[in-house]
């Protein structure tokens, strides 16, 4: 029979035992994740470069080592599985030499080219006419943002004037005809852009194309939409604090508040003053027992002007 100290000692042993196997299990593990994560594969990448509308073909694609670690999702680790036998894919966005072919920048197998393809689920897809001013001298690429100006005209009391509305504010641009050049190496400008927005902004441009011209706005990206829109006039062409754009820069706002509130306060001041000098002291009596009140002082007429958020006060009809 084994001793006590025979029994404690092997209980030891076990329990270091287990422990150096879950070490050791652990150490291999993490090398072997390791090793998996440091490995590469073979992805997809443009040869060439891919316009909208261009066929995958062998030619246009190779694949390139990629560390495991940094694939992109949507990659094509297999031509199999990217090109399938009998069935053609076409690229629906630009893509540059090297740059990873991803799922969501072609044609699903067998299908044509077709930009409804790149539309948000409930979106429609809307082509609008530019030129070479109302596309921001071509500087509007796909996937920018914009908002869409109508120019018209419209019937006044006496008679019809242009006006400028904003009619979508932040809409992204899916496509536009633009080409560098044209096939006798002339500029060619674009002369459509077909923009993404929801049903009713479709039927608004329709109508829009119809009632005035439209033109692009390009945005920065990300920027919040306006909520403060109107319309702009003839009469708002014109650099006047007092005539032009009805919401200033807020410095300015508080600058003229200020000047009309000192101004209103003058004006108070003056009225009380010469309320007070009217019929302050009661009048007096004449000998013949009328009352006749004392003539005030007259008021000397006062001309107020305004230079840019700056108001002066000037007597009219000397001292």
């Keep these: 029979m084994m001793s006590r ?65 940094s694939i992109p999702p949507g990659a094509f680790t297999n031509g199999a599985q990217l090109m399938p036998a009998g069935q053609n894919r076409f690229a629906l966005l630009p893509m540059g030499v090297n740059e990873p072919v991803l799922a969501s920048k072609i044609s699903v197998p067998g299908g044509g080219a077709s930009i409804a393809a790149l539309l948000t689920d409930g979106m429609r897809a809307a082509t609008i006419r530019i030129d070479d001013v109302s596309g921001v001298a071509g500087f509007v690429q796909p996937n920018d943002s914009v908002d869409v100006l109508i120019t018209r005209q419209v019937q006044g009391a006496q008679q019809a004037t242009q006006v400028t509305d904003v009619l979508l504010q932040n809409v992204r641009v899916i496509a536009i005809d633009q080409e560098a050049k044209n096939s006798d190496g002339t500029p060619k400008v674009a002369r459509t852009a077909t923009i993404e927005v929801a049903p009713l902004d479709a039927q608004k441009l329709a109508l829009a194309q119809q009632a005035g011209n439209l033109s692009l706005v390009l945005r920065k990206p990300g920027e919040q939409n306006n909520p403060v829109v109107e319309t702009v006039s003839m009469n708002d062409l014109r650099y006047n604090m007092y005539g ?66 700056k108001s002066d006060q000037y007597k009219v009809g000397g001292q």
Aim: hydrophobic share 40%.
């Design 5 to 69: 100290q025979s029994l404690i000692a092997l209980g030891v042993a076990i329990i270091l035992g287990l422990v150096a196997v879950y070490m050791a299990n652990v150490y291999i593990g993490g090398s072997k994740k390791q090793a998996e994560l440091g490995g590469t594969t073979k992805v997809a990448v443009a040869s060439v470069p891919m316009a909208y509308g261009t066929e995958l073909t062998p030619d246009k694609v190779r694949f390139v080592d990629y560390p495991n670690s």
């Design 244 to 309: 032009g754009a009805r919401y200033p820069a807020p410095a300015v706002v508080g600058g003229f508040s200020n000047a009309v509130a000192g101004s209103i306060e003058r004006s108070a001041a003056l009225v009380s003053a010469t309320t007070s000098r009217a019929g302050g002291s009661g009048g007096s009596y004449s000998s013949g027992g009328s009352r006749s009140r004392v003539k005030p002082a007259p008021v000397k007429p006062s001309v107020e002007i305004y230079r840019g958020t």
